[in-house]
């Protein structure tokens, strides 16, 4: 099992960008980075994938060094709305009990 | 598109009441997962179906759960009899399959208190 380990919570202010580590030292060559977002009774939302160097799309951006034994989710411009628990997953879905979602990260945003 | 679709939103039994959940997944999607969400935790695996077999059910409590996705589309998650510590948000998750890129669309889910 890939364990993961990111921040328990994180504040910061509109506008900013955010930036949450999650570490995950025993990845494996097989293993896909994702990041979900969830809501208060709402189900969790796909943010990002990626395997390694960098990979952006319309709402995040995910930084991966070359070692793989990092990431970075990057969100630009934060709103009042992007406060939410941000998991980072890693693993192989072909066997999802093997990918554990964690606390994740409670980000708080502030006007 | 529609989303994944799950009932009920809310319900309320006593210990040793059976219950059941109800899942609609993305039309499509072959894979389908049921998640347990316990409060202040991340969501955690009870069983993977690929299209109507069991992919990965090593989480499910089987003296108590069952679930099943007749015909490779709907599913329902039962759990009989019920206990205290079930009280729970279940979700529904359903996806492609497609392993270049594994994204996982969540229901709402179901709210679970049993009393």
């Known amino acids: 099992l890939a364990k993961t380990t990111q921040p328990i919570s994180m504040d910061s202010y509109e506008g900013q960008e955010v930036n949450i580590t999650c570490s995950h030292n025993?990845?494996?060559?097989?293993?896909?980075i994702t990041w979900y977002q969830q809501f208060p009774s709402q189900g969790p939302r796909f943010i990002i994938q990626?395997?390694?160097t960098k990979v952006t799309n319309e709402v995040a951006s995910l930084f991966i060094p070359a070692d793989r034994k990092s990431s970075t989710l990057s969100l630009p411009r934060v709103s009042l709305s992007d406060t939410a628990v941000y998991y980072c997953l890693v693993g192989d879905f072909s066997s999802a009990s093997k990918i554990i979602f964690g606390s994740g990260t409670r980000l708080s945003i502030r006007p | 598109e529609a989303g994944v679709a799950q009932s009920p939103r809310y319900k309320i039994i006593e210990k040793r009441q059976s219950v059941a959940f109800w899942c609609n997944p993305i039309?499509?999607?072959?894979?389908l997962y049921w998640y347990q969400q316990i409060l202040g935790q991340g969501p955690k695996l009870l069983i993977q179906f690929q299209n109507n077999g069991v992919v990965d059910d090593s989480q499910l409590p089987k003296d108590r759960f069952s679930a099943e996705r007749l015909k490779g589309v709907d599913s329902t998650l039962k759990i009989q009899p019920a206990k205290l510590e079930d009280s729970a948000v279940y979700l529904c998750?359903?996806?492609?399959?497609?392993?270049?890129?594994?994204?996982?669309?969540f229901g709402s889910g179901t709210q679970l208190s049993v009393l």
């Open positions: 990626g395997y390694k």
């Open positions: 039309s499509g999607h072959a894979t």
């Open positions: 998750a359903s996806s492609l399959g497609d392993r270049d890129e594994e994204k996982l669309f």
């Open positions: 025993n990845i494996a060559t097989n293993d896909y």
